[in-house]
Every structure is written in C-alpha cells, then in structure tokens.
C-alpha cells in the first residue's frame, strides 16, 4: 500500500527533529516514525538498528510488544462481524477452563480466599480487561507473582512460553482480582482473547490475524515469527538498566525460532507502514480501497471510550479503556486529545489514531520502556498529532 511522501514540508521537520533528538538527547540507537492521513504520509528515520550497527531504515522491523492488544482486538472484531464469536457470550463455550471462576475476597491477600464469580466471563471482558486476570498495578501481590509464575506475565520469552491448552490449563487454576466486568486488570485479557480467537476460528492466532487484517490490509511484516528474510532488517532489543542499554533480543533471537504460544497481549512483530495501514483502516471506517476489512459498527465500538479512570490509575492515568486500547477522555498532558484511540509498548513504541483530523501516528524504537525519561522520549511525536488533531477540531 503505497504512501504519498509527506503532509507538509513542516510536519516533515517537526518530525525529523523529534526522531534525531531522541537518538542524539535521549539515547534511543533508532527510530522509525510516521504520522499519516488517507492519501498522504511524513515519515523520519533516524540512528541506527543496533548500537554500532546499520542505518535504521523504513523498513525496519520492530517487537512492538503492547502494540499487539488493537491489533487482536480488530481481529476480534472481524470475527464477531462474521458470526464466529459475540461479545456478550460466555467464554466457556472456548474456553471451559474458565466456566467456574472464583474470586478472590482481598485483591492483594492469600489465593486461596475466595468467593464464587457471581456471574461469567464475556468475550467483552477480556478485550476491554475487565475479567479480572491480570495486574492492577505495579506492587508485588500474591496474584501478580502467580501471573508471573504460571502465566508467563510480563516475560517477553516467547519460545519459554507453553503450548496454549496447557496455559490455558494453568489459567483456570488462577483466581480473579474481581467480579467479571466489574474492575480492570492489565495485560492478561488479550492472551486470553488470542487463545480463544484460536479456538473458534480452528487455527492459529496468526491464521487469524492474516485471514482477517494481515492479507486484506498488506500488513506483510507483522507476526508471531520472523521469517528469514526479516531477521536482516530487524532492529536489536534493548532494555534500561541504570544509566546503560544492555541487549536483551539480538535479529535472530528469540522471535526468529519456534514459539509455542502467540502472545495475543504483547506477541507481534511488526513494521511502520504495516501500522500505518491499520490505523487508516480504522480511521477510514473499517473499509480500504473498497474493501471491507471491519463493519463501521465494529470500529465505533473500538474507538468508543470506556469508563474514566483516576488521574492516579497506574496505567490509564485519568483516560479510559476501550477494545484493546485506550481512548482519550481528558486532556491532562499535552500529548492527550479526546477521541484519541491506541497504546504504547514496553519495548518502546507506540501506536495511536486521531479520528477528526483522521491521523495516525506511529513511534517505533528499539528502546525499552523503564528509565526516567521514558515520556520525553515517547510523547513528541503524539504530541504533534494531538496538534493536528485540535486544529481539525
């Protein structure tokens, strides 16, 4: 899907600047950035694939961790406009490991006090992380650490992690935080919705996601594994530690072998202009170069904000939750704007569509999330789409 080169020559460098400032001020080896509308695109690149190593290019692909939650949840969406699945149906009829949950009495107390769910878990709670599997926050907690422990919860490992029937059977041992639909806990969800994505279409995650977005929107570079051809132009994955990056994936790494379980939460691979598509697909009502890829439905309950949260919500910080994003509903920093719909990944990217102004921006690098600036090296680029997205206005 071709792009035409740029919005205007002043986007263009705004852009450029943001992406050489974060690799010269803040450390990033690389970025690859863009900000695009339907016929027209302004794309920067800047340092390098790995520290010492090649130039970043466009093409450049990327583990785009978080990223992957919209990316499962249009695919969700897809299957619930052809009839496969419903948002309100229990999740029992695909996953029977979670017909009987019980509750846990005091979220941060034994797993072994607990009540009976006074109702099921919908297919709607594990795309808007309302099940109640997963973190609600940040300190340590009995229920944290066996997310960790039996779930492989924020452990980018993918080969490490098992088959997903015995996941999922670890899954059901799992007490939940709260009642379905009832609270909001981070991450685990979107797992859950990819393994049940598997079962009721009867194949793979990925089988999915091509038969629903990868194939009709051209999204070639974007998957569970790197194919050979890949690994060349894949950037090298760094973490924080202290004032240093230390590499924790080199190209052909732990994303470029066998994978047990495709992570539906933080499991993709992926690449600029593949990104780009989705978030025009999106912002284009669900149908591209006539055809129809989500019904305009689907889309709308997408970008459709979900409940406030406090301005001291760990995660959400005041904005809401959608389907496998969050939606703008204050405007608390300068790079928030209402309406706005996406989120951010761990290993330091970001993805984000302006429905009035009808950009998306997307903000990849190879930078892990954890150190003091993480939002000065994050927020520029969203910042200059929530501009052009309260010039529209």
Do not use: C
């Not at 979220?107 to 607990?114: E, F, I, Q, S, V």
């Not at 452990?155 to 996941?167: A, E, L, R, S, V």
């Amino acid at each position: 899907m071709a792009l035409a080169p740029t919005l205007t020559m002043d986007v263009d460098a705004e852009l450029q600047r943001i992406a050489d400032e974060a690799v010269q001020r803040h450390g990033v080896p690389g970025v690859v950035t863009g900000l695009a509308r339907p016929d027209e695109a302004s794309v920067a690149v800047s340092g390098a694939r790995a520290i010492g190593g090649e130039p970043m290019t466009r093409d450049t692909v990327f583990r785009i961790a978080s990223l992957t939650k919209p990316v499962v949840a249009a695919a969700a969406m897809a299957l619930v406009d052809r009839g496969t699945i419903r948002l309100d149906a229990p999740v029992e009829t695909w996953l029977p490991e979670l017909a009987a949950p019980r509750v846990l009495r005091d979220p941060a107390g034994p797993l072994d006090d607990t009540v009976p769910a006074e109702g099921p878990i919908l297919v709607e709670h594990l795309l808007a992380l309302r099940a109640g599997l997963g973190f609600a926050g940040f300190e340590p907690t009995p229920h944290s650490a066996a997310l960790m422990e039996r779930l492989h919860q924020g452990q980018p490992d993918p080969p490490g992690w098992p088959h997903p029937d015995t996941w999922m059977a670890a899954a059901g041992t799992m007490p939940l935080l709260h009642q379905p639909g009832r609270g909001w806990s981070y991450n685990t969800g979107l797992d859950l919705a990819g393994v049940l994505l598997s079962r009721a279409a009867g194949t793979s995650l990925q089988e999915v996601l091509a038969d629903t977005l990868l194939e009709p929107l051209g999204m070639r570079d974007t998957g569970f594994r790197l194919r050979p051809e890949q690994v060349a132009r894949t950037a090298t994955a760094y973490m924080p530690r202290g004032a240093e990056l230390v590499e924790t994936d080199a190209p052909d790494g732990m994303w470029a072998g066998e994978i047990g379980f495709e992570s539906g939460a933080d499991g993709l691979v992926s690449s600029l202009d593949d990104l780009l598509a989705l978030g025009r697909m999106l912002l284009a009502g669900g149908e591209v170069g006539g055809t129809r890829v989500l019904s305009s439905a689907s889309v709308a309950r997408l970008l459709r904000p979900g409940e406030p949260s406090s301005p001291e919500h760990p995660f959400l910080q005041g904005q809401s939750w959608s389907l496998g994003g969050s939606v703008d509903v204050v405007e608390l920093r300068p790079w928030e704007v209402r309406g706005r719909y996406g989120w951010i990944g761990g290993s330091g990217t970001a993805f984000s569509v302006y429905p009035r102004s009808r950009t998306v921006a997307v903000w990849l690098t190879q930078h892990g999330l954890g150190a003091p600036d993480d939002d000065e090296r994050l927020t520029p680029p969203l910042t200059l789409a929530a501009g052009l997205e309260r010039a529209a206005r």
